[in-house]
């Protein structure tokens, strides 16, 4: 039984501009053949065994030649494997898709190819440069600048000279001397706008307009423009940019650091990529279950002795609600409990399993909790659910005011001790231009982790409880947000970025 190939287009780059069907044939996958071009994020979507294989530049690896690709292709099908076959922007634009397909056909493999937003369209879209124009340009054509035969071109550059719409073109940073001669040669204007993309779509996009006379030595080695670039040539080049939206968000090229645990750092991740920013991920603690359950499981089997419960973050629901449903019980032994949350997301999470606090405390302070909480709970039972460390402000404000108040550990929060190697040596380089910083434990697990090489990021502080613990530290704080949430953290560092 021979396999199935997918071609499948990745798109320029950004990571959500691949098709719904190409992430469906990416999940089908045994094995994946990539290019270089192609955004490593996307091998996400793969399945967790599948076989991941970059064929392009990446590290040292060498760059596979196309009949070694395609016999690959061939013998991987062949042996009954569903193989997906990415490749950057649309598979038939100057990616030899063709030949791949044609392989396959003659080979009797089944195939499918899936579409992909080609670096011309993407480059139009995300520098505010249409290619083409009602008024400018009513056609466009899309060119290689790849040079074939030593320097004898065989693209007739005449003819395109006189083409009547804009001109994109893909791979012509290293011929921009050629191509650009023969185009001015051929009678195209040496005035005619010129607009040079680099990496579209990418957090480090980049743009350089000129005239047709000057490509040349703008991408000369000399200025160091490295590939993948492409150039439009034609009126709309030099269109007013006021259609330029992404260049121009407010944190566009930042890069940010979200420290926070894996399964809560996307939301605040998107946040700052919706920005413009680039997120990345280095975890500083990470969340488990508790070492032992005993502690839990006796406070469960008494539930109806607590007149209140208290769940200090959205772990701890998790955790503890889990664990009920875990033994087998359900959210009706809450039954008696009125129950009190820190903050709306860990009210959020309590809708999640059909439960609404009493209480919530306006801000994210422990504090502020036991002071609401307080008048109501003398001489009463309180069950309070907590991470094996955090502050314990909350429970001795309780006792103060007369109330009996058991901890249950239902999670451990533990510092991750090394950071991934990558970061460590954008942080050591001054790579990370806003590190966020949204509890005391993350703050010292991140001076533990990155040392001396934190000074080199500027720091975002969720609350005064944390700046504290990083002056304590010895690092100094950038911004903090104003409300204590990962929005008010957000906006603050766009404040602070002006
Ligand atoms: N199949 C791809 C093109 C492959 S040829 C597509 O459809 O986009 C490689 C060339 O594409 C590069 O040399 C460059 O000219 C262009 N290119 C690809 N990705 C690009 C990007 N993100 N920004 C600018 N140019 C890009």
Not at 44 to 52: G, Q, S, V, Y
């Amino acid at each position: 039984m021979p396999g199935h190939v997918y071609l499948i287009g990745a798109g320029p780059g950004d990571p959500q501009l691949i098709t719904l069907r190409g992430v469906q044939c990416l999940k089908k996958a045994d094995i994946v053949l990539y290019d270089g071009l192609v955004n490593p994020q996307l091998l996400a979507h793969a399945a967790a065994d599948a076989e991941l294989v970059c064929v392009g530049k990446h590290g040292q690896q060498r760059i596979w030649t196309q009949d070694e690709i395609q016999v690959e292709l061939l013998r991987l099908a062949g042996e009954g494997r569903v193989v997906a076959r990415l490749k950057g922007g649309d598979p038939a634009v100057f990616a030899r898709g063709a030949e791949e397909a044609a392989a396959l056909s003659q080979a009797g493999i089944p195939f499918e190819v899936v579409p992909g937003i080609t670096a011309a369209l993407a480059a139009g879209s995300f520098t505010g440069i249409p290619i083409t124009h009602r008024h400018h340009a009513s056609a466009v054509a899309l060119v290689t600048g790849h040079q074939q035969d030593n320097d004898a071109t065989d693209l007739d550059w005449n003819a395109l000279a006189k083409f009547p719409g804009t001109l994109v073109i893909y791979m012509g940073v290293t011929t921009a001397h050629i191509w650009s001669k023969a185009l001015i040669d051929g009678g195209k204007r040496a005035d005619t706008p010129v607009a040079i993309v680099r990496r579209c779509t990418w957090s480090d996009q980049q743009i350089f307009r000129c005239t047709l006379a000057e490509v040349a030595d703008r991408l000369s080695p000399a200025n160091k423009i490295r590939p993948p670039a492409l150039v439009i040539v034609g009126p709309v080049a030099d269109l007013p940019d006021q259609l330029d939206w992404f260049q121009r968000r407010p944190l566009f090229g930042q890069r940010v650091l979200v420290t926070r645990p894996i399964g809560q750092a996307d939301a605040l991740g998107e946040a700052f990529k919706e920005l413009g920013a680039d997120p990345l991920y280095q975890p500083a603690v990470e969340i488990a279950p508790p070492a032992d359950w005993a502690d839990v499981d006796d406070s469960i089997a008494r539930l109806a002795d607590f007149d209140w419960i208290v769940f200090s973050s959205r772990n701890g629901v998790q955790f503890y609600l889990d664990r009920i449903l875990e033994l087998g019980r359900d959210m009706r032994l809450l039954g008696r409990c009125q129950i009190a949350a820190v903050g709306d997301r860990t009210a959020e999470a309590l809708r999640q399993y059909g439960l609404l606090a009493d209480l919530v405390p306006e801000d994210f302070e422990a504090a502020s909790l036991a002071a609401s909480l307080a008048p109501q709970t003398a001489g009463k039972q309180i069950l309070s659910i907590r991470a094996s460390r955090g502050r314990d402000v909350l429970r001795q404000q309780l006792v103060d005011a007369g109330a009996s108040v058991r901890d249950v550990v239902a999670y451990q929060n533990r510092d991750v001790l090394q950071a991934d190697a990558g970061i460590g040596q954008r942080m050591a380089d001054g790579q990370i231009d806003w590190t966020t910083v949204t509890s005391s434990a993350i703050a010292r697990s991140l001076a533990q982790m990155f040392g001396d090489s934190l000074h080199r990021t500027k720091l975002a502080s969720l609350s005064p409880i944390t700046t504290q613990t990083l002056q304590g530290l010895g690092f100094s704080v950038a911004c903090e947000a104003k409300q204590y949430t990962m929005d008010g953290l957000v906006e603050a560092i766009r404040q602070a970025d002006v």
